[in-house]
């Protein structure tokens, strides 16, 4: 067998898979053998490779920042390999959970989940020809217009390149008429990968809510680094009312936030970017109703290096 430190390049694709498996199997060896196949010129370096998985600044930006054009899907579709490459780096996001909505005297209502997200490192000769690539799609809140009635937000679906990578969505909120205290809808997972994983965090949980004896309360949604950040809860009880925010990720995105109302609508916003939690709503008395908002879409971006 080949060391490990040595180019496994040269041989056919179903040859180098063959024996890339073989030297892989031996899990210690992996990021040394993807190092080997690195073109001399190629800006990510050992030392980036063999750093903590947990290291955002390191793997993912390093990996972006080598100057290829990435294709993204936002919606299903059917990936083609190119002719040419040395490794596919893969960044799968699972869809937000949407938010519950409560329209009672008492009632509360949680934040949906976030999306979580996967980035993996894989040699260019390990995926076939065609991948099918899968989108999850954000869960939905509700729009509750008769008083004494609720609904639970569903969960956000899975987001996958072929049986490759996979990061799965988030929980949809919850709802309850009486006095209760409810968790947030938990956050998607990071799924699984093939190969080598570069970064993989699970979605942060939707925003709390509780009522008890004409009091209250509901929490932001969890925040993240990249993966989607969870929804904002609600209550309302007593007279007494409130809502949270949406939780944030350090690149930008935002979960939905709740609302709440004694009158007029109280509509949950929807989050930003890919993977949010949708907020949730609640209202009580004379209201118009609620509406809770639904969970942001996932996507897959996959950059042929």
Sequence with gaps: MQPSNQPIQGGS???????????????DKQELVLYSLLPDNNALTQDNLLTSIGSISNQVANILNLGKEPIVFTASGTWTKPSTGTFIFIECFGAGGGGGAAYNNTCIATGGGGGGYRAQLIPFFYVTSKVTVTVGVGGLGSTISTIGNGANGTSGGNTSFGSYVS?????G???????????????????????????????????????AASTGSSSTGASTNISGPGGGGSYSTGGNQGA???GTSIIGNTGGGGATSLGALAIATIGTGYGAGGGAATSQYASTGVKSSNGTNGYCRITVL
């Excluded at 694709?13 to 899990?27: I, P, R």
């Excluded at 990061?167 to 929980?171: F, I, K, P």
């Excluded at 409810?182 to 509780?210: D, K, P, W």
């Design 173 to 211: 909120g919850l709802f309850s008429l009486i006095d209760n205290s409810f968790s947030g809808g938990t956050g998607g997972t990071s799924g699984a990968g093939s190969i080598l994983t570069i970064y993989a965090e699970a979605g942060g949980n939707g925003g709390a809510a509780s009522a």
């Design 13 to 27: 694709e179903e040859q180098n898979k063959g024996l890339f498996d073989q030297v892989v199997a031996d899990s």
């Design 167 to 171: 990061a799965n969505g988030g929980a």
């Design 244 to 246: 949270s925010i949406g």
